[in-house]
Structures are given as C-alpha cells and as structure tokens.
C-alpha cells in the first residue's frame, strides 16, 4: 500500500486498483460531473417570475461550484504529480508506474471544463457530453497522440503529468466541437 506522503499521486488509492488503473484515476472528476449534472449544479435556469435564478435558488453560484470543484481538483493533483512524482518513481521502481494516476485524477477535469451552456440546460445532453469528454480522455491518454507521447521523457513529475495534460488538451477540443456542433 501507498505511504500516507504518497496517497495524493495515487488519488487516493485508486492507482493500486487493478485493472486499468488509470481509468480508475479518471473517475473521479467524471463522477463529480455525472453528479454535478443530476443536482443542477452545472447551469442557471429561468424562473417562473422571469428572474434569473438557479435551480436550488442561488443567483450564479451553481457553475461557480462545479468549475471550482473541477478547478481545484486539476490544481490539486497535478501539484501532487510535480511535488511527488520523482518520489512516487523511486518508491515503486519505474518511470511513471501505474499506481500514480494524479495525473489522469487531474488532466480529465479539462475536458469537463467550459462546457457550452445549451449542452448543460438537458440531463440527458449533458450526460452524453460528460461520458464523451471520459471516453475521449482515456482512448487519447491511452493512445497519447503527438507530441504526448514523447513528452514522458521529462524528468520527475512533469513526465508523469504533461502527456496526461496533452491528451486533456485535445479531448478537450473533441467535446468542445461536438458539444457545439450537436453531433
């Protein structure tokens, strides 16, 4: 098991999961989302009354909350990744081992991110686009297309991190152009 100083680059445990432990480190920003979408937490609806409110009530805070949750988790895990990485490599003896998934942790908030608004407005839309920007992120940080795959030569945890960020990048831009094209 994990040391305690290391259980942020295995995002919490889920990189000893087996197998495909960097699905299960991709999960939790996608869960969060899933959930995020269910609770209305990731739009602003109009109100009987014509005054612009949210769904609980709160004028403008439910997408605070759920780009600020997404934010601080990339934050947070890919700090981890550059401040444990080298550590997490010595301690299970290879270059980026399975067990640290921080990185997929925080390179999968990205294509959850900045979501257009009529994608959000319908449960079932949204749902769609956050199980897309998922499956995108995993075939992309799987396959790690040009120039991810050459960017795990860095030393430390930027060669952890950076192919993972690469793969968000353009997962990124696949939900951004089928979100706004309908498709």
């Known amino acids: 098991m994990t040391k305690p100083r290391l259980m942020a680059i295995t995002s919490f445990g889920l ?6 432990s960097g699905t299960w480190g991709s999960l939790p920003p996608a869960v ?3 959930a995020a979408v269910l609770l209305g937490l990731t739009h602003q609806t109009m109100g009987h009354d014509g005054d612009f409110e949210t769904q609980f009530g709160w004028v403008g805070a ?21 401040v444990q990485g080298g ?11 399975s067990q640290v998934v921080a990185d997929e ?11 257009p608004a009529e994608v959000l ?22 396959v790690k297309p040009w120039p991810a795959n050459g960017l795990q030569r860095l030393p ?14 353009y997962a990124w831009g696949i939900v951004q152009v089928v979100a706004r094209l309908g498709v």
Request: with cysteine; glycine share 10%; net charge positive.
């Open 15 to 20: 990189g000893h999961l087996k197998p495909a």
């Open 32 to 34: 969060f989302a899933a």
């Open 62 to 82: 439910n997408w605070w909350i759920y780009h600020g949750v997404l934010l601080t988790t990339f934050l947070f895990f890919g700090a981890a990744c550059i």
């Open 87 to 97: 550590r997490a490599e010595a301690r299970f003896g290879k270059k980026d081992p």
């Open 105 to 115: 942790t925080c390179a999968q908030c990205l294509p959850l991110m900045f979501l």
């Open 121 to 142: 407005l319908r449960t079932d839309t949204a749902l769609f686009t956050v199980l897309l920007a998922f499956v995108a992120f995993r075939v992309l940080d799987v």
């Open 156 to 169: 430390g945890g930027w060669g952890i991190l950076i192919d993972d960020l690469v793969a968000g990048v």
